[in-house]
């Protein structure tokens, strides 16, 4: 046991507090009262005047805290944490074509970012070629277009792949581009154990929230889970999944939500591998997270504290995971997209600063910062800059990453701590009764819930119930402050051209027969019980494109189509 | 609750994703508070091409066509929209835009015909409003 106030000492903070409230307060309320009837935070979860240890009654350290590197990890999975080693500072980048993003992850490269990320254009996004008549238009808008493996090898022209860590926010199409990737590495020498990143890989999160679904829910999750399967055997560094909350928060779940919804993918695809046959031990430490650091700033950094506490017990007490390094969280951020403004935009940096000091404060693993001017577009080379600078300033300047889980024993964070992870419990059960998180998904729940939030959210700004200083507050109608951010600019419609050329090109030289033999097999090997990925992965290298490969597979699956509920 | 005023008549709306991004949670919002402001709402899903929404806009006799595009291409998408409006003989419908479109794309995107666009941050009041002008403009055109 390791309560941290004995009986005697909380009965006599209880009665001073209670002195205090009765003879203090009320006379500084009678003459100024409270600026707002309620203060609740982005989970509606109402906020107390102050916190006293009268509020961490029978916490017990040791169960609840413990040490950093030791169950249940809330102060953080390595014992030594910022201080032998920072936070990776990964830029989540891609635009245009291979030959645009390859200069922007050199010119980040250079200038201190830790780790690459790869961010596609809608057609990659959701499987299709850019030729295909969908694409039209959005070829390499949001991210970089990668259709073949020779478009990945432009990506990392003159980068040591044995060198690098790369993440691809690829779902879908995950097994693809990772076959992209692996071959690719081949192609410049580099031994599988030497492969490091992650493949985004979370497919029932596409059908809550981020929408690049492909095929129906069940063979959507068997693809994943072969990649999941594969990479196990075969890439001892790689982490085939980074379950993401961030997509859930920003399609407008509240914190509570997105770390209840999150923790259930997990334990669902915790059951999909174990009914494999699979060890809990032999996989769960390659399982990372991906969460979103947004603005109320200590809600982000108790929500932190409690997903790795959660993840703990789950993978200890329901899965019975005895490696200590299965029930780590180990997890990526990313500053909040959707808590920034069009409106006077230059504020976004502070805005970035308060959510990534959050994200540091929490213990993440990776980082990244976004972006002032992505309100309007994919960031220019100066505005990352200043992100990534962010990071090196709160890492070099601040002293924050000086000591481990400095908030700790906060009486507000542990307290908050608590709620949220009982909150986010509730929400658990709730999934549970409904069959876990695939049968929760089938039934359109969290996608329900996610409606009610950001409409809810929506109704909160209208009313100046939450504010956006610029939005709802502060406004000052400045058009010229946002017509002057200097935006990136390239031409889209010649970059779709290139990458049309380019792909037709591939078509008309590579080996017909050979290419026609691995989309067959693929297809065969669709219909069986059989791992995908050494299909797919062949069917690349015989220069197959993204949009076949999908295509081949849409053929044995089927389509996912939403039904439009609002 | 919202200060939205209950509009007289139940206009129809068509609240549609164009193109293939899938931020779907700004149409959503928009397709609710329409709803709640008394409009009948026919939402379109994700993924929809200009051919899809005109059909969809014909078939339901919608007195206005709300269109949220996040992926940047809204220049390209809502040409090809106001297009087959056009060929379709449908040029009377009222369209009006929103999403994560830049301020300098504005002028663009009015002299292609859009009756509004919808910037980042814009509030469910005016929305409502102007999209409630739009049908009240059109019905008065037709009488």
């Known amino acids: ?566 | 609750m919202l200060s939205l005023q209950y509009t007289k008549y139940q206009y129809k709306v068509l609240v549609a994703k164009l193109g293939i991004d899938g931020h779907d949670r700004g149409a959503k919002v928009i397709a609710r508070a329409l709803k709640d402001a008394g409009f009948e709402v026919i939402y379109t899903g994700i993924r929809q091409t200009p051919e899809q929404i005109v059909s969809a806009a014909l078939q339901e006799d919608v007195d206005v066509i709300g269109v949220s595009i996040l992926s940047g291409a809204h220049i390209h998408h809502m040409n090809k929209l106001m297009e087959e409006l056009k060929n379709a003989g449908a040029e009377d419908i009222p369209v009006v835009v929103g999403g994560t479109i830049p301020v300098i794309d504005v002028d663009e995107l009015k002299k292609i015909g859009v009756k509004e666009v919808f910037l980042p941050g814009e509030s469910l009041n005016r929305i409502v409003d102007v999209v409630r002008r739009l049908a009240e403009e059109k019905k008065k055109a037709e009488k």
């Open chain 1, 1 to 566: 046991m390791g309560n941290l106030y004995d009986k005697k000492s909380l009965n006599e903070i209880k009665n001073s507090f209670e002195k205090w409230e009765k003879e203090t307060l009320q006379n500084w309320l009678n003459q100024v009262p409270e600026r707002e009837k309620e203060f609740t935070n982005l989970s509606n979860i109402p906020i107390k005047i102050l916190y006293t240890p009268a509020d961490l009654e029978d916490f017990d350290y040791n169960a609840k805290l413990g040490f950093p590197g030791n169950y249940p990890y809330t102060r953080g999975i390595h014992a030594t944490m910022y201080r032998a080693r920072l936070w990776t500072m990964r830029m989540f980048s891609g635009f245009g074509g291979p030959e645009e993003t390859n200069k922007r992850l050199k010119f980040l490269i250079e200038h201190g970012e830790t780790g690459l990320s790869l961010a596609f254009d809608y057609p990659t996004l959701i499987g299709i070629d850019p030729d295909d008549p969908m694409a039209e238009g959005e070829v390499g808008i949001v991210g970089v277009s990668v259709p073949t493996i020779e478009d990945m090898k432009i990506v990392f022209d003159g980068i040591n792949m044995g060198q690098v860590t790369t993440n691809m926010t690829i779902n879908p199409p995950a097994p693809v581009l990772l076959s992209f990737y692996v071959g690719v590495a081949e192609m410049q020498g580099v031994p599988y154990d030497k492969i490091g990143g992650t493949t985004q890989n979370d497919p029932l999160k596409e059908f809550i929230a981020q929408k690049s679904y492909v095929f129906p829910p069940e063979p959507a999750v068997r693809v994943s889970m072969d990649l999941i399967e594969w990479s196990v055997k075969n890439l001892p560094k790689w982490n085939p999944i980074s379950v993401s909350g961030y997509h859930i928060r920003e399609a407008g779940s509240t914190a509570v939500q997105e770390l209840a919804f999150t923790i259930a993918d997990g334990i669902e695809y915790v059951r999909q591998l174990i009914s494999r046959g699979l060890d809990v031990d032999e996989f769960a430490h390659r399982i990372s997270f991906f969460w979103d650091s947004h603005i109320n700033f200590f809600e982000e950094i108790a929500k932190f504290r409690a997903a790795r506490r959660m993840w703990a017990k789950i993978m200890k007490e329901w899965f019975h995971a005895k490696k200590e390094r299965s029930m780590w969280m180990r997890f990526h951020t990313q500053t909040a997209g959707v808590s920034l403004t069009a409106q006077q935009p230059w504020n976004n940096i502070i805005r970035t600063t308060i959510e990534a000091m959050a994200a540091v404060l929490g213990g993440t693993q990776s980082l990244h910062t976004n972006s002032f001017d992505e309100p309007f577009r994919v960031p220019s080379e100066f505005a990352a800059k200043i992100a990534l600078r962010t990071q090196q300033i709160i890492a070099y300047e601040s002293g924050i990453a000086d000591t481990i889980d400095p908030l700790a024993g906060s009486y507000y964070v542990e307290w908050l701590t608590d709620e949220i992870e009982e909150k986010a419990w509730n929400y658990i059960d709730r999934i549970e009764k409904l069959g876990g998180m695939l049968e929760a998904v089938k039934k359109g729940f969290p996608q329900r819930e996610l409606t009610e939030a950001s409409y809810n959210y929506q109704r909160q700004v209208e009313e100046k119930r939450k504010y956006i200083v610029g939005v709802n507050i502060f406004e000052d109608n400045q058009v010229d402050e946002i017509r002057n951010v200097p935006l990136l600019e390239f031409d889209q419609a010649e970059i779709e051209r290139r990458q049309i050329s380019r792909i037709r090109k591939i078509r008309s030289e590579r080996d017909k027969e050979l290419w026609e033999r691995s989309l067959n097999e693929l297809r065969k090997a669709a219909e069986k019980d059989v791992n995908l990925m050494p299909y797919i992965l062949q069917a690349a290298k015989a220069k197959a494109t993204l949009g076949e490969i999908i295509s081949a597979l849409k053929e044995v699956f089927g389509s996912y189509v939403e039904p439009p509920i609002y």
